[in-house]
Nanobody, 123 residues
Framework: VQLQASGGGLVQAGGSLRLSCAAS????????MGWFRQAPGKERDIVAG????????YYADSVTGRFTISRDNAKDTVYLQMNSLKPEDTAVYYC?????????????????WGQGTQVTVSS
């Protein structure tokens, strides 16, 4: 399974970015997906998750109301729309998937990880 994340960059506070993660190597539509982020000196924490069919989503409290996770199973791609960005959103963002159709907030339950994409929000 390969995951290719893209869409990161430098943006001013209040701005928006859309991350994409293209998957290959197995049937994408059978598995839940997650977005994590890791800031320097901090642990990698979940930001958002989505079930195999997009029917349910999860958001960390810190991004609820600002970020939206979605997926297009026809394109084997998951997205993270990030609005109203704050300097504290600065991190490397990773997409990930595991063996379940559903959402897990536990990092160790994700077996496959993308390479990460840097998001930097300036104040």
């Amino acid at each position: 399974v390969q995951l290719q994340a893209s869409g990161g960059g430098l943006v001013q506070a209040g701005g928006s970015l859309r991350l994409s993660c293209a998957a290959s190597g197995r049937s994408f539509s059978n598995y839940g997906m997650g977005w994590f982020r890791q800031a320097p000196g901090k642990e990698r924490d979940i930001v958002a998750g989505i079930t195999w069919n997009g029917g349910s989503t999860y958001y960390a409290d810190s991004v609820t109301g600002r970020f939206t996770i979605s997926r297009d199973n026809a394109k084997d791609t998951v997205y993270l729309q990030m609005n109203s960005l704050k300097p504290e959103d600065t991190a490397v963002y990773y997409c990930a998937t595991g063996q379940s159709r559903y959402i897990s907030t536990r990092r160790h339950e994700y077996d496959y990880w993308g390479q990460g994409t840097q998001v930097t929000v300036s104040s």
